[in-house]
């Protein structure tokens, strides 16, 4: 069984653009989790969503957004970059009911110049 | 607020021996489900643990085992015969029940040949 797919691995970007994220979850997994993880921080929550709908979100801008599509891909979007972006940002899967373990992703290395 | 707390940011051990990684966690629930992830450089976070806070007995998976106080809300874990392998980011969750994990910022395991 495939695992959770985050694209790109890498990304560097510039202060004020945007970027897109793309995670694919494990087949079956209807729920995915963002969380964003920078040193000393540990992961912070972004956003879940299952079944297209978001059902909780993370304290953060709104520059922070997401989506989920039916068939459980998700995508996370940052607009208007600001250097403090920088993280690695992971996408987790799970059947999203019941406490399931999060299965994770590699990760999204975000570096904003 | 709902929080989880590991207070050793950095452990070592020897190859073979036995190390404990400590977790505590603020809640006034009295349902929920605590983790221990691993997180090697590959950035990889992988699941170890999982303890269902209802359940009084410990949980274990071959050589880690688990600690769960629930009244002191504490959640170490134990890994025994420590191997090389072992060595990464350890970082313990906990989930109340509300579609959000909350993390703790994790303790770096290095193990000493």
């Known amino acids: 069984k495939a695992g959770v797919t985050q694209t790109p691995r890498y990304l560097i970007k510039t202060r004020g653009q945007q970027v897109t994220l793309s995670c694919s979850p494990i087949?079956?997994?209807?729920?995915v989790s963002w969380y964003q993880q920078t040193p000393g921080q540990g992961l912070q929550f972004l956003f879940e969503?299952?079944?297209?709908?978001?059902?909780n979100k993370g304290n953060f801008p709104g520059r922070f957004s997401g989506r989920q599509f039916s068939n459980s891909r998700s995508e996370m979007n940052v607009s208007t970059l600001e250097l403090g972006d920088s993280a690695l940002y992971l996408c987790?899967?799970?059947f999203g009911q019941g406490g399931a373990p999060l299965h994770f992703g590699n990760g999204t290395r975000l570096t904003v110049t | 607020a709902q929080t989880v707390t590991q207070s050793q940011p950095e452990m070592s051990v020897q190859e073979a021996e036995t190390v404990t990684l400590s977790c505590t966690y603020d809640?006034?629930?009295?349902?929920?489900?605590l983790f221990w992830y691993k997180q090697p450089p590959s950035r990889q976070m992988i699941l170890v643990i999982r303890?269902?806070?209802?359940?009084?007995q410990n949980a274990t998976e071959n050589r880690f085992s688990v600690n769960f106080q629930k009244a002191a809300k504490s959640f170490s874990l134990k890994i025994s015969d420590s191997q090389l392998g072992d060595a990464a980011m350890y970082f313990c969750?906990?989930?109340?029940?509300?579609?959000?994990?909350?993390f703790g910022t994790g303790t770096r395991l290095k193990v000493l040949a």
């Open positions: 969750a906990y989930y109340p029940g509300t579609y959000k994990y909350i």
């Open positions: 987790a899967s799970s």
């Open positions: 969503y299952f079944s297209e709908t978001q059902r």
């Open positions: 087949s079956g997994h209807r729920s």
């Open positions: 303890q269902e806070a209802y359940k009084q």
């Open positions: 809640t006034s629930e009295s349902d929920y489900y």
